[in-house]
């Protein structure tokens, strides 16, 4: 997080409220996760139903020493991981949200936080090449201040060399003009989802993609970016490298695309719960989906910081793309994820909530809403 001060989040109670209710978990196996963009492009389920692997053996990725422009958001190492079991995520991260149509209508993620009973600490939104920001979006959203910004940035129909030869930086110097005037930080993850399979911009070993190049011209790219706006005085722009969290075989390996933690300030992950499905998926719970990316991504960087970027799961209860699964229950795969313990790095989890490819809202059915509201009650007595 920025290292403004913030009063108490109320999400950091609600562990107290999940520990009062002794809310069941529902930790069950399963395989593929999949992601999904809502600025235009919509992500495919994974392509194959293979359990996660480890990442091969990757040629070196960590590029050269730190910079004199280095992060300075990193965080301290987490705490044992004995400790970070014994706490449930709900006393140690802050919540966010994506909603659609708040950059417009901010009174949009306003009805989610009642909904919620909770506090967006986070607003989550969406651009694309060409838009320069920050701006009066940012300023309307940020609360003054209060709430961080996490900004998913499609780099557009572009090529990594193309970036690394400079063809973008007057671009990036109308972004640095309007970070330089703008008050507050803003994290930014470009390249959203890099290491997808169904992204024109992963990087392969080939660089075959349409929009994307070798994993090493995906590296250059990275630090270019990071180093142009940083010379350019945008200090306030924070960089979140932001892989899915799926780990099958046709996906990038991240270490392979690694640019170095001297132009990283977050490590992210996307992840979602699409339910069971003849064809390729399982409920999967919410430590299922993250952890085995969670342990790769640690393991570059321990002493960054991991935000969840999005995640959401699908309403069994109704055929929103997957059948409709009476044996399990989205309000129960919330409870459990409030109550996860593990991943001592994690600080902040956004939540996607849009009915897109799957009913992802919070609001997809009564329970679902009262796992949050109720917990949120409880802890504000």
């Keep these: 997080m920025s290292d403004r001060d913030r009063s108490p989040r109320l999400s950091r109670s609600l562990g107290l409220a999940l520990v009062s209710l002794a809310l069941p978990l529902a930790l069950t196996p399963a395989v593929a996760s999949g992601v ?40 301290p190492a987490p705490g044992t991981a004995r400790a970070a079991r014994t706490a449930p995520l709900v006393e140690r991260v802050d919540f966010g949200a994506f909603v659609p149509g708040m950059t417009t209508d901010p009174g949009r993620l306003a009805a989610w936080e009642r909904s919620a009973g909770t506090d967006a600490a986070v607003a989550s939104y969406y651009y694309g090449y060409g838009d320069v920001f920050p701006a009066a979006t940012e300023e309307r959203l940020a609360d003054d201040g209060a709430r961080d910004l996490l900004l998913s940035w499609d780099m557009g129909p572009t090529r990594f060399a193309e970036w690394t030869a400079g063809e973008h930086d007057a671009y990036l110097d109308q972004i640095a003009a309007a ?41 250059l790219a990275w630090r270019h970016v990071v180093t142009h706006l940083r010379e350019a005085g945008a200090d306030n722009l924070r960089w979140v490298f932001n892989p899915t ?32 499905d003849a064809g390729w998926g399982r409920w999967r719970s919410f430590g299922r989906i993250f952890r085995a990316q969670y342990d790769h991504l640690v393991a570059l960087a321990p002493r960054l910081p991991v935000w969840i970027c999005e995640v959401a799961s699908k309403e069994p209860r109704v055929d929103d793309g997957a059948p409709v699964d009476p044996e399990h229950s989205k309000a129960a795969w919330v409870r459990s994820m409030l109550a ?11 939540w996607f909530d849009e009915r897109k490819e799957r009913d992802w809202r919070l609001t997809s059915s009564a329970g679902t809403t009262r796992a949050w509201r109720t917990a949120a009650r409880i802890a504000a007595r």
């Design 36 to 75: 999904e963009h809502p600025a235009g492009t919509t992500a495919l389920p994974p392509t194959r139903a293979t359990a996660p692997a480890a990442d091969p053996a990757a040629g070196p990725a960590a590029g050269p020493a730190a910079s004199p422009a280095a992060s300075t958001a990193a965080s």
């Design 340 to 350: 996860h313990r593990g991943m001592p790095a994690l600080t902040t989890v956004v």
């Design 179 to 219: 970070a330089r005037a703008y008050p507050h930080d803003v994290y930014v993850r470009p390249w959203p989802e890099m290491n997808g399979d169904w992204q024109d911009f992963q990087p392969t070993a080939a660089g075959e993609r349409r929009f994307g190049g070798t994993f090493r011209e995906f590296r």
């Design 245 to 276: 969290a799926d780990t099958y075989a046709e996906t990038t390996p991240v270490r392979r695309i690694w640019p170095g933690a001297a132009y990283v300030d977050v490590l992210g992950l996307d992840g979602f719960n699409w339910g069971r």
